[in-house]
Protein backbone atom coordinates (compact mmCIF):
# COMPACT_ATOMS: atom_id res chain seq x y z
CA UNK A 1 0.00 0.00 0.00
CA UNK A 2 1.22 3.27 -0.95
CA UNK A 3 0.75 6.29 1.42
CA UNK A 4 1.47 9.94 0.99
CA UNK A 5 1.67 12.73 3.29
CA UNK A 6 2.22 16.22 2.03
CA UNK A 7 3.58 18.90 4.88
CA UNK A 8 4.54 22.61 4.45
CA UNK A 9 0.89 24.42 3.71
CA UNK A 10 -0.52 27.38 5.86
CA UNK A 11 -0.97 31.15 5.57
CA UNK A 12 1.29 33.41 3.42
CA UNK A 13 0.85 37.20 1.72
CA UNK A 14 0.47 37.62 -1.35
CA UNK A 15 3.93 37.53 -3.30
CA UNK A 16 5.30 35.28 -0.75
CA UNK A 17 6.69 31.46 -0.97
CA UNK A 18 5.71 28.33 0.40
CA UNK A 19 7.29 24.92 0.03
CA UNK A 20 5.20 21.98 0.35
CA UNK A 21 6.69 18.79 0.66
CA UNK A 22 5.41 15.36 -0.04
CA UNK A 23 6.86 12.26 1.22
CA UNK A 24 6.38 8.53 -0.01
CA UNK A 25 6.54 4.84 1.41
CA UNK A 26 8.00 2.80 -0.93
CA UNK A 27 9.40 2.74 -3.95
CA UNK A 28 7.51 4.28 -5.69
CA UNK A 29 9.37 7.38 -6.56
CA UNK A 30 11.03 4.57 -9.41
CA UNK A 31 8.23 4.16 -10.81
CA UNK A 32 5.18 6.53 -10.53
CA UNK A 33 4.71 10.10 -11.97
CA UNK A 34 4.52 12.52 -9.12
CA UNK A 35 2.41 15.48 -8.72
CA UNK A 36 0.53 17.82 -6.97
CA UNK A 37 -3.08 18.99 -7.45
CA UNK A 38 -5.49 21.53 -6.09
CA UNK A 39 -9.07 22.60 -5.21
CA UNK A 40 -10.11 26.01 -4.43
CA UNK A 41 -13.77 25.61 -2.72
CA UNK A 42 -16.74 25.26 -5.17
CA UNK A 43 -14.23 24.19 -7.87
CA UNK A 44 -13.04 21.22 -9.43
CA UNK A 45 -9.61 19.42 -8.18
CA UNK A 46 -6.71 20.68 -11.09
CA UNK A 47 -3.69 19.53 -12.10
CA UNK A 48 -0.64 22.03 -10.92
CA UNK A 49 2.61 20.45 -12.01
CA UNK A 50 3.98 17.06 -12.35
CA UNK A 51 7.45 15.36 -12.94
CA UNK A 52 8.03 12.25 -14.25
CA UNK A 53 10.75 9.30 -13.35
CA UNK A 54 13.29 11.09 -16.17
CA UNK A 55 12.42 14.15 -14.25
CA UNK A 56 10.57 15.88 -17.00
CA UNK A 57 8.39 18.29 -15.92
CA UNK A 58 4.63 19.72 -16.45
CA UNK A 59 2.92 23.08 -15.50
CA UNK A 60 -0.52 24.37 -15.49
CA UNK A 61 -0.45 28.03 -17.48
CA UNK A 62 -1.26 29.52 -14.39
CA UNK A 63 1.35 28.59 -11.86
CA UNK A 64 4.13 28.73 -14.93
CA UNK A 65 7.01 30.04 -14.09
CA UNK A 66 6.04 31.01 -10.71
CA UNK A 67 5.94 27.47 -9.03
CA UNK A 68 8.58 24.83 -9.54
CA UNK A 69 8.28 20.74 -8.61
CA UNK A 70 11.18 18.84 -7.94
CA UNK A 71 11.62 14.89 -6.75
CA UNK A 72 14.40 13.53 -4.07
CA UNK A 73 15.29 9.64 -4.63
CA UNK A 74 17.35 9.35 -1.33
CA UNK A 75 14.29 10.57 0.26
CA UNK A 76 11.61 9.48 -1.62
CA UNK A 77 10.11 13.03 -1.02
CA UNK A 78 8.55 15.33 -4.27
CA UNK A 79 8.39 19.32 -3.60
CA UNK A 80 6.27 21.79 -4.74
CA UNK A 81 8.25 25.30 -4.16
CA UNK A 82 5.73 28.27 -4.87
CA UNK A 83 6.78 31.68 -5.26
CA UNK A 84 4.77 34.53 -5.93
CA UNK A 85 1.89 33.56 -4.56
CA UNK A 86 -1.49 35.09 -5.69
CA UNK A 87 -4.71 35.22 -3.60
CA UNK A 88 -6.23 32.46 -6.07
CA UNK A 89 -3.77 30.16 -5.42
CA UNK A 90 -5.21 29.40 -2.12
CA UNK A 91 -6.57 25.65 -2.43
CA UNK A 92 -5.99 22.50 -0.51
CA UNK A 93 -3.15 20.98 -1.97
CA UNK A 94 -2.70 17.27 -3.24
CA UNK A 95 0.25 14.95 -4.09
CA UNK A 96 -0.63 12.24 -6.83
CA UNK A 97 0.64 9.27 -7.93
CA UNK A 98 0.02 7.78 -11.08
CA UNK A 99 1.59 5.53 -13.64
CA UNK A 100 3.14 6.61 -16.98
CA UNK A 101 0.46 5.64 -19.20
CA UNK A 102 -2.64 5.90 -16.41
CA UNK A 103 -3.84 9.74 -16.42
CA UNK A 104 -6.14 9.48 -13.48
CA UNK A 105 -3.77 9.26 -10.54
CA UNK A 106 -3.71 5.86 -8.19
CA UNK A 107 -2.72 7.29 -5.12
CA UNK A 108 -3.75 10.60 -3.29
CA UNK A 109 -2.24 12.43 -0.14
CA UNK A 110 -4.50 13.52 2.49
CA UNK A 111 -3.88 17.32 1.57
CA UNK A 112 -2.63 20.47 3.19
CA UNK A 113 -4.19 24.05 2.95
CA UNK A 114 -2.75 26.66 1.26
CA UNK A 115 -4.17 30.05 1.93
CA UNK A 116 -2.93 33.29 0.48
CA UNK A 117 -4.11 36.06 1.82
CA UNK A 118 -3.23 39.88 3.67
Known amino acids: QVQLVESGGGLVQPGGSLRLSCAGS????????MGWYRQAPGKQRELVAE???????NYADSVAGRFTISRDYTKNTVYLQMNSLKPEDTAVYYC????????????WGQGTQVTVSS
Open 96 to 107: SARLDHIIVPAY
Open 26 to 33: GSIFSIYV
Open 51 to 57: ISRFGRT
